[in-house]
């Protein structure tokens, strides 16, 4: 076996634990396998071994990539996303995680609108109310709702969110605990074009805490692909 089936196997094993743990069923937990800074050729090593789910985070990355790629596979961008950037996404993706705004919700809107399809999207949650950090306080997060949910195209499938870096794994377990907790508040309001299905949490250092608190989707790069070169480095 490749090393990357190997450690996607070996994943998909921790994934099922975490779920017996708590009593989930495994498959109620996608692995989307975090391509990005890869190349098609490890896209396609991963599709082989029966991933389909692969994420990206930059538009010009994605564009060149996405062709190059044959596999039938399912693109979700997890990445920051400027408005103006997002015609080149139109109709090549499943899934955009990365909603954090009305002004960017809009734009995609406008966009699928153009090819009269609709787009599953996630709202990204700044969980750990970091000032750096992209995503939707806590606080505003009713107001996002409400107002992405009414546009055409767009459906809300759930929350996203990237937790503050805690050098202990076990750290970061409340964040994805409040987590679920925002999106059961939502589920609650019973607003037309909104589920609360998906929570995206969880990366290579904390996916099994994640999965134990209520993940749906787990975006996994490294322990897939291998440490990455920083972004501009050969
Ligand atoms: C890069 C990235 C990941 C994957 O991180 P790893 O630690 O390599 O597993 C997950 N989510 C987002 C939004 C990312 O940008």
């Known amino acids: 076996m490749s090393e990357i089936a190997d450690n996607i196997a070996r994943i998909q094993e921790r994934i099922a634990a975490a ?21 098609a050729a490890q896209v396609e090593a991963a599709f082989a071994s029966g991933q389909k789910l692969f994420g990206e985070s930059y538009v010009q990355e994605f564009r060149d990539k996405a062709p190059q790629v044959q596999a039938p596979v399912e693109w979700h961008f997890i990445g920051g996303l400027q408005s103006n950037k997002v015609k080149y996404l139109r109709g090549k993706l499943a899934m955009i995680h990365s909603v954090d705004r009305l002004s960017l919700a809009q734009e995609i809107s406008r966009q699928w609108q153009k090819i009269e399809q609709p787009i599953q999207v996630l709202l990204q949650v700044n969980i750990g109310l970091e000032p750096q950090k992209s995503g939707c306080l806590p606080a505003d997060l009713e107001q996002l709702t409400r107002a992405v949910g009414k546009l ?5 499938r759930g929350l996203m969110c990237l937790p503050p870096h805690c050098d202990a ?6 964040y994805f605990r409040e987590m679920r907790q925002l999106a059961k508040q939502l589920e609650q309001l019973e607003l037309p074009g909104v ?9 290579s250092g904390d996916f099994e805490i994640a999965v134990e608190e209520g993940a749906t989707l787990v975006r996994v790069g490294t322990a897939i692909f291998g440490e990455r070169q920083k972004k501009g480095q050969p």
Not at 31 to 39: E, G, N, R, Y
Request: with cysteine; glycine share 2%.
């Open 19 to 39: 779920c017996r743990r708590v009593d989930r069923d495994p498959s109620e937990v996608r692995l989307i396998a975090v391509s990005k800074v890869k190349p």
């Open 152 to 156: 055409p195209q767009l459906q809300i």
């Open 169 to 174: 794994a076990e750290a970061v377990r409340p």
């Open 195 to 203: 589920s609360m299905q998906e929570l995206s949490m969880g990366m």
